[in-house]
């Protein structure tokens, strides 16, 4: 599934605008995606902008404050060229209509057609297209009024069509009710859903189809978890495999749309189908390819218009060579991670690391998040601090200290800083502070202190071999990534290979990047056996 996020939009237009003619005067995008596309054209080349409607009105849209160029028209007619954009095209039918409209007009002559994605058997019905996006393709802006792609969809409810609970309203009781019969929707989709799918218990259903009808969300099912109580569910802790089993037995659902990062890949590899995540916009594909005739690649019947099946001879000649590379690599790497999972003993431990790598093997392992500081990083001693007298720290609610950090290397780059007693903390990953210290806090009542591993690293403390030290000292279990030789046995020093000059000038090491020639596996899982060394007591 090929997939387009607002800021692909944006970047897409930006790199490809050389290719307008100097001679446009005047942008018109199609109602209504086009008009997002050609308003972006029209602010970055600081050209007039109207709607098909107003243009065979002869109006164009007024402005604000900002200085127009040179030879700004003030009519229509008086532009030289006319730019008609619109933001996808598969059969034409929509350049169509608008040539049709256009024929006889003034304007007939003088327009020229941008689409900016196409496919390969669209790109020459426009006069000039942007980017090749073959289907089956989803679009960030529309993918929730797509009536082809929901009716073959399960949805999530909490985190996709709603928030999610905070742990205060999530009390089974009256606080919950209250929540799921005012929670305002995040969106309401304008076609019918197949399947919504959710782990909220069977005894909320009625109050659960008030909301949907009251807020005019319409759904062909609604599949809910059969148990007595939260306590029984949590007990279970099966979310991603519940969704996932109940996605498998339905042939005709082609896609499940979740909001967890944590569930989605679950879902994926127990039903053998795509999963699309809302929250970081990425697509999760099965563990196994899907056998001809299974329902997966009925998506390619059901979604893709008979006029491009038509001219399609193979399911193959949709996809692109990338794209069957990617699930190919998708299905190997899954099946790694399918080991891991199997080896892993002790399940129930917390994480706590000075930068990325924790939230990469909770994620590795299909495990949730039972620390606080996935998504952070924390230098020297900072760290330090925080695993010597952990549960001190995690006995004092996070303070803000500035939402907007500038990073003194590149100044591109800021994030929220927030400090707990006398440490602080950078988050890189969250998008003020609020959400930094609400993250922190409920991830913190996850934590076991009878089960803790420390994963830390000696370039985040800048080389200090007393700190190196001090954490050989702690009572946790703990290892040490270095740059060095300290001759430690919990250290292990990082061969060339291993570092790297990243786009900034920086040297730093790959520890969770993907090695190359199209490798699956992370660097640090080629020299350090994460899985023994997590299921391995301490003496």
């Known amino acids: 599934m090929n997939f387009r996020t607002y800021e692909d939009l944006s970047i897409i237009i930006s790199n490809n605008l050389y290719k307008i ?15 997002m596309a050609a308003s972006l054209i029209s602010l970055y080349l600081n050209l007039p902008l109207t709607d098909l409607d107003s243009l065979l009105e002869g109006n164009i849209y007024k ?5 127009k160029k040179e030879n700004w028209i003030t009519k229509p007619e008086e532009a030289r060229k006319i730019l008609i954009v619109d933001d996808s095209s598969m059969s034409g039918s929509t350049i169509n209509k608008v040539r049709k409209r256009l024929k006889g007009t003034k304007y007939e002559k003088n327009t020229i057609f941008l689409v900016i994605f196409v496919t390969e058997e669209s790109k020459k019905l426009p006069d000039m297209y942007f980017d090749i996006c073959e289907w089956p393709r989803m679009f960030e802006w ?51 859903i197949g399947w919504l799918v959710t782990t909220r218990l069977e005894k909320y259903r009625k109050d659960t189809e008030t909301w949907l009808k009251k807020n005019h969300i319409e759904y062909d099912h609604l599949i809910m978890m059969n148990l007595k109580s939260k306590e029984e569910r949590i007990k279970l802790g099966n979310h991603g495999k519940y969704k996932g089993e109940e996605y498998k037995k339905i042939d005709d659902a082609l896609i499940f749309i979740e909001s967890s990062v944590h569930q989605a890949p679950i879902i994926a590899n127990v039903s053998g189908k795509p999963v699309f995540c809302v929250d970081n916009n990425k697509f999760y594909q099965p563990t196994v390819m899907p056998k001809k005739g299974s329902s997966a ?15 399609a001879k193979t399911v193959k000649k949709l996809l692109k060579k990338d794209t069957r590379e990617e699930l190919l690599w998708n299905r190997r790497r899954n099946k790694l991670l399918e080991s891991y999972r199997k080896r892993l003993i002790n399940k129930d431990f917390s994480l706590i ?24 990083f924390i230098e020297d001693e900072n ?19 500035t939402d907007s950090y500038v990073d003194p290397i590149d100044n591109n780059i800021r994030y929220p800083i927030i400090k707990i007693d006398d440490i602080t903390i950078n988050c890189l990953h ?27 690293n000696s370039w985040n403390l800048h080389e200090n071999k007393k700190l190196i030290e001090r954490i050989g000292k702690i009572k946790y279990k703990k290892i040490i990534f270095t740059y060095k030789d300290y001759n430690k046995d919990y250290c292990i020093p ?22 190359p020639n199209n490798s699956i596996y992370r660097y640090f899982e080629k020299i350090f056996d994460f899985v023994e060394f997590i299921n391995k007591k301490e003496k």
Request: glycine share 6%; with cysteine.
């Open 21 to 35: 003619p100097s001679d446009v005067d005047l942008v018109i995008g199609v109602p209504r995606s086009g008009l």
């Open 63 to 67: 402005t604000g404050d900002t200085k």
């Open 142 to 192: 529309n993918y929730m009024h797509h009536k082809g792609l929901l009716k073959n969809a399960c949805v999530d409810i909490d985190g996709v069509l709603c928030q999610d609970p905070t742990e205060e309203e999530n009390d089974d009781g009256p606080k919950y009710k209250k929540f799921i019969t005012t929670v305002k929707p995040r969106v309401v989709p304008s076609a019918k």
């Open 297 to 311: 690649r009925e998506m390619f019947r059901k979604i893709v218009p008979l006029s491009v099946r038509k001219k």
């Open 353 to 376: 690391t000075q930068n990325c790598i924790g939230g990469v093997i909770y994620d590795d392992l299909g495990l949730q998040f039972t620390s606080p500081t996935i998504n952070m």
């Open 383 to 401: 760290f330090v601090k925080l695993v010597e007298n952990l549960e001190h720290y995690m006995s004092i609610k996070p303070e803000k200290v």
């Open 430 to 456: 969250s998008k003020d502070c609020n959400q930094a210290i609400d993250d922190w806090e409920r991830r913190k009542k996850r934590i076991n202190f009878d089960n803790i591993i420390v994963i830390a």
């Open 494 to 515: 990082l061969e060339g290979d291993f570092w790297k000059l990243d786009e900034r000038g920086i040297l730093r090491p790959n520890l969770t990047d993907f090695m």
